[in-house]
Antibody, heavy 117, light 106 residues
Framework: EVQLVESGGALVQPGGSLRLSCGAS????????MSWLRQAPGKRLEWVAT????????YYVDSVEGRFAISRDNAKNSLYLQMNSLRAEDSAVYYC??????????WGQGTLVTVSS | DIQMTQSPSTLSASVGDRVTITCRAS??????LAWYQQKPGKVPKLLIY???TLETGVPSRFSGSGSGSEFTLTISSLQPDDFATYSC?????????FGQGTKVEI
């Protein structure tokens, strides 16, 4: 059974940093593109970043470009999102998801990030 | 960026009704369009991809149509489990973008 489990969400002050992790089980992470998405309360889903199987291709939404970094460790079956210079508008539930031809076929349960002083 | 707009934003319906949700893209996305279902406090679930292909395990009362810039999601006979928010997503180009969601309520 495919499982994705996010961790690392927390309350952080504006300008702070956070690293989210996503542990994958039930499949070989190295075979799939992976993504991070987020959803603020009452807002639409927002795609954040995507990484290819070996980490050589990475794509970001403009609003996080230069502040967030997606990475992966296939040996540890883990996906990461390093978030720096956090802003209030980054507050959301963050989901990791397994990609299939550009769509998110499996989602984790999400981890809550709150940016507030 | 490609803007995705859904209509209506909220839809009131009854069990057994036929329900149609529209998603329009600001430019053509060919058939690179997916639909997701999300219930309150739950994780989004992929329903349809490539505009018309039903994801494995999704009931056949769900169907998708369209190509280019206009798409529809249809539920042929609404069931109690279908009351949720439905979102479209284009994935022809980065950034992938979602519609604002359509809440189907009783």
């Amino acid at each position: 059974e495919v499982q994705l489990v996010e961790s690392g969400g927390a309350l952080v002050q504006p300008g702070g940093s956070l690293r989210l992790s996503c542990g994958a089980s039930g499949f070989s992470l190295s075979t799939y593109w992976m993504s991070w998405l987020r959803q603020a309360p009452g807002k639409r889903l927002e795609w954040v970043a995507t990484i290819n199987q070996d980490g050589t291709e990475k794509y970001y939404v403009d609003s996080v470009e230069g502040r967030f970094a997606i990475s992966r460790d296939n040996a540890k079956n883990s996906l990461y999102l390093q978030m720096n210079s956090l802003r209030a508008e980054d507050s959301a539930v963050y989901y990791c998801a397994r990609d299939r031809s550009g769509v998110e076929e499996y989602w984790g349960q999400g981890t809550l990030v709150t940016v507030s002083s | 960026d490609i803007q995705m707009t859904q209509s209506p934003s909220t839809l009131s319906a009854s069990v057994g009704d036929r329900v149609t949700i529209t998603c329009r893209a600001s430019e053509s996305v060919s058939n690179a369009l997916a639909w997701y279902q999300q219930k309150p406090g739950k994780v989004p679930k992929l329903l349809i991809y490539k505009a018309t292909t039903l994801e494995t395990g999704v009931p056949s009362r769900f169907s998708g149509s369209g190509s280019g810039s206009e798409f529809t999601l249809t539920i042929s006979s609404l069931q109690p489990d279908d009351f949720a928010t439905y979102s479209c997503q284009q994935h022809i180009r980065y950034p992938r973008t979602f519609g604002q969601g359509t809440k189907v309520e009783i």
